[in-house]
């Protein structure tokens, strides 16, 4: 699983990845040291959980992927089945690049 985030990790704009469970517990993780890995694996489950409550209001699906863009940053969030692929990047990222590495590396950590 490792291998799969370092591979992701080296796409163009993007500062690290991680897995993590929904309960926000690290799976696994290759993040930038700047950022502590414990804060970004509750704020992803935060995130999925909130954004799933307030799909289910909507009578919606949940969401397959999540993006959160901030002044510095994004934040993207997808289902890979064990887990949340949480992928930090820099803010004027190829958002269509990344999105497609995000998409190989769930069917790499699915087909595990």
Known sequence: MYN?????NKTTGVQGS???GSDGI??????????????VGALSASIVSN???????LRSES???????ANH???FLA????????????????????????????ARISGQ
Request: charged residues 25%; hydrophobic residues 50%; negative net charge.
């Open 73 to 75: 940053g994004k934040l």
């Open 79 to 106: 289902d890979a089945g064990v887990g949340i692929l949480t992928v930090i990047t820099e803010k004027n990222v190829n958002i269509g690049l990344v999105r497609l590495e995000i998409k190989n590396a769930v």
């Open 26 to 39: 690290i799976i696994a993780a290759d993040l930038d040291s700047q950022y502590e890995d414990e804060t």
């Open 51 to 57: 954004v799933g409550k307030a799909m289910e209001r």
């Open 63 to 69: 969401p397959s992927q999540i993006m959160v863009e």
């Open 4 to 8: 799969i985030l370092s591979d992701l």
């Open 18 to 20: 991680m897995i993590v």
